[in-house]
């Protein structure tokens, strides 16, 4: 499920970045007191009073500014704005309302979005300084008193901001609907394949990179299954996010990914693996994704006798970490092998999604550990008592043992891979959860 999205913004050095740390819980931000330090957006993923949502802190927004950079600042801003579902406008108590404070309100105004105000730099104790009730000519609601740097008052703004929060979606979804989210760095060719699947132009397809910045969703029907395909734009190497807008593009992917039960990985032919992919594999991978990597434009290789094995190896020296992940050649362009996408999307759907009884598994466990027996440290040997299946996708076990010190990674590995060949779990992760019994379980 994707997350909410909730914009910091307000005009310079009022203490955006300095409250966006205090509620990330880590110092994320540069903070320097210089008006336009922040010039790009950064994010994090916070979660308060149990709603979860991804914070976003903007440069400081000069609406009527003509300098190069205070104007693409106040870009910047616009696009958090539009696909914020909450606003915190940060004003500074110590200055007053300012003509730049009523213009930036008069600009959430317009958006139409529920905008929180955060009345920063109240840091002395007690009643906050009379100054604060200058901001209600705001007419966007009651200022929140706040401390950004002693945290005063942060508590009472999250609560207000979480009250404006969507409810989580509680629409029954298709059982049988399989949600792919096609990734890749830009140029791989998400868009063409797409669009050769629906055959029509329903996404833009350009050679430019990073063409698509929004996560497109379009229902397709393929015989008896449905499948909901998720366009996503490019993710780049962060050097490379010089747009404006490609910042919340990333943002918008890793929500495309989370939403998902299949993350299709492409990878360009051309160029082979690259950093990036390994990124976006990786964070597919560590949400517990079922993945499929997809070649594509393997029309544009030339081919020899092992070609495509060797450029397999190729890819699975580089994701090692997700063998499991099947891997197709495909052309977008010709439509090769474009079929086999949706047959394996909902095979390792289905596989993220299995469920093998205890007395199974237990048999399984009981057998690797008499073929390989469990590693031992100074005389202590590591003992399986138990295995169960606490969850699906992914696939999620509980392991009961003696003692978890001993539960080596590489002895784990050994009874994942002895799952992988009883049940098959392909094309998914598998998770373990190591737990000791306690002495009066034992």
Same mark, same amino acid.
């Given at each position: 499920?994707?997350?909410?999205?909730?914009?910091?913004?307000?005009?310079?050095?009022?203490?955006?970045?300095?409250? @966006?740390?205090?509620?990330?819980?880590?110092?994320?931000?540069?903070?320097?007191?210089?008006?336009?330090?922040?010039?790009?957006?950064?994010?994090?993923?916070?979660?308060?009073?149990?709603?979860?949502?991804?914070?976003?802190?903007?440069?400081?927004?000069?609406?009527?500014?003509?300098?190069?950079?205070?104007?693409?600042?106040?870009?910047?801003?616009?696009?958090?704005?539009?696909?914020?579902?909450?606003?915190? *406008?940060?004003?500074?108590?110590?200055?007053?309302?300012?003509?730049?404070?009523?213009?930036?309100?008069?600009?959430?105004?317009?958006?139409?979005?529920?905008?929180?105000?955060?009345?920063?730099?109240?840091?002395?104790?007690?009643?906050?300084?009379?100054?604060?009730?200058?901001?209600?000519?705001?007419?966007?609601?009651?200022?929140?008193?706040?401390?950004?740097?002693?945290?005063?008052?942060?508590?009472?703004?999250?609560?207000?901001?979480?009250?404006?929060?969507?409810?989580?979606?509680?629409?029954?979804?298709?059982?049988?609907?399989?949600?792919?989210?096609?990734?890749?760095?830009?140029?791989?060719?998400?868009?063409?394949?797409?669009?050769?699947?629906?055959?029509?132009?329903?996404?833009?397809?350009?050679?430019?990179?990073?063409?698509?910045?929004?996560?497109?969703?379009?229902?397709?029907?393929?015989?008896?299954?449905? @499948?909901?395909?998720?366009?996503?734009?490019?993710?780049?190497?962060?050097?490379?996010?010089?747009?404006?807008?490609?910042?919340?593009?990333?943002?918008?992917?890793?929500?495309?990914?989370?939403?998902?039960?299949?993350?299709?990985?492409?990878?360009?032919?051309?160029?082979?693996?690259?950093?990036?992919?390994?990124?976006?594999?990786?964070?597919?991978?560590?949400?517990?994704?079922?993945?499929?990597?997809?070649?594509?434009?393997?029309?544009?290789?030339?081919?020899?006798?092992?070609?495509?094995?060797?450029?397999?190896?190729?890819?699975?020296?580089?994701?090692?970490?997700? *063998?499991?992940?099947?891997? *197709?050649?495909?052309?977008?362009?010709?439509?090769?092998?474009?079929?086999?996408? @949706?047959?394996?999307?909902?095979?390792?759907?289905?596989?993220?999604?299995?469920?093998?009884?205890?007395?199974?598994?237990?048999?399984?466990?009981?057998?690797?550990?008499?073929?390989?027996?469990?590693?031992?440290?100074?005389?202590?040997? *590591?003992?399986?008592?138990?295995?169960?299946?606490?969850?699906?996708?992914?696939?999620?076990?509980?392991? @009961?043992?003696?003692?978890?010190?001993?539960?080596?990674?590489?002895?784990?590995?050994?009874?994942?891979?002895?799952?992988?060949?009883?049940?098959?779990?392909?094309?998914?992760?598998?998770?373990?959860?190591?737990?000791?019994?306690?002495?009066?379980?034992?």
């Amino acid at each position: 499920m994707a997350k909410p999205v909730v914009a910091i913004v307000g005009r310079p050095n009022v203490g955006k970045s300095t409250l @966006f740390n205090k509620i990330i819980g880590k110092r994320i931000a540069i903070v320097e007191d210089t008006p336009g330090v922040t010039r790009d957006r950064l994010y994090g993923d916070t979660e308060w009073n149990g709603k979860q949502f991804t914070l976003i802190d903007t440069g400081g927004i000069e609406p009527v500014s003509t300098d190069h950079i205070l104007s693409e600042m106040r870009n910047q801003a616009q696009v958090a704005i539009d696909m914020a579902c909450v606003i915190i *406008l940060v004003v500074d108590v110590k200055e007053g309302m300012t003509a730049t404070d009523k213009d930036v309100a008069n600009m959430l105004i317009r958006s139409g979005k529920p905008v929180v105000i955060a009345c920063n730099k109240c840091d002395a104790p007690g009643e906050p300084p009379l100054q604060m009730y200058d901001f209600y000519n705001l007419s966007i609601g009651d200022p929140i008193p706040v401390s950004s740097v002693h945290g005063s008052g942060v508590g009472d703004l999250l609560d207000e901001v979480c009250k404006e929060l969507p409810e989580a979606d509680t629409e029954e979804e298709e059982e049988d609907l399989v949600k792919i989210a096609v990734v890749g760095k830009p140029n791989a060719g998400k868009s063409s394949l797409i669009n050769k699947v629906l055959g029509e132009n329903r996404v833009i397809v350009s050679p430019i990179a990073g063409t698509t910045r929004d996560s497109i969703d379009t229902r397709f029907d393929k015989d008896d299954d449905k @499948f909901l395909l998720i366009d996503t734009a490019g993710m780049r190497k962060r050097g490379k996010i010089d747009e404006n807008i490609e910042h919340f593009s990333v943002i918008r992917t890793l929500n495309a990914v989370d939403r998902a039960d299949v993350a299709l990985i492409m990878i360009d032919a051309t160029e082979g693996v690259t950093e990036q992919d390994t990124k976006i594999a990786g964070y597919a991978h560590e949400q517990g994704k079922a993945s499929i990597i997809a070649v594509n434009k393997w029309d544009l290789v030339e081919k020899e006798t092992n070609t495509m094995a060797e450029f397999r190896k190729k890819v699975q020296d580089k994701l090692s970490y997700m *063998l499991y992940a099947p891997v *197709l050649f495909i052309s977008a362009k010709t439509g090769q092998r474009i079929d086999k996408i @949706f047959e394996m999307s909902k095979y390792v759907a289905n596989q993220s999604a299995m469920r093998i009884s205890t007395g199974m598994l237990n048999d399984v466990i009981n057998d690797a550990t008499t073929r390989v027996q469990p590693p031992s440290d100074k005389g202590r040997r *590591l003992k399986i008592f138990y295995i169960t299946q606490a969850s699906v996708k992914p696939p999620t076990f509980v392991l @009961f043992v003696n003692d978890k010190k001993l539960a080596h990674f590489s002895y784990i590995r050994y009874l994942e891979n002895q799952l992988r060949n009883t049940f098959g779990f392909e094309g998914t992760p598998i998770r373990f959860i190591i737990r000791e019994r306690s002495k009066e379980d034992k």
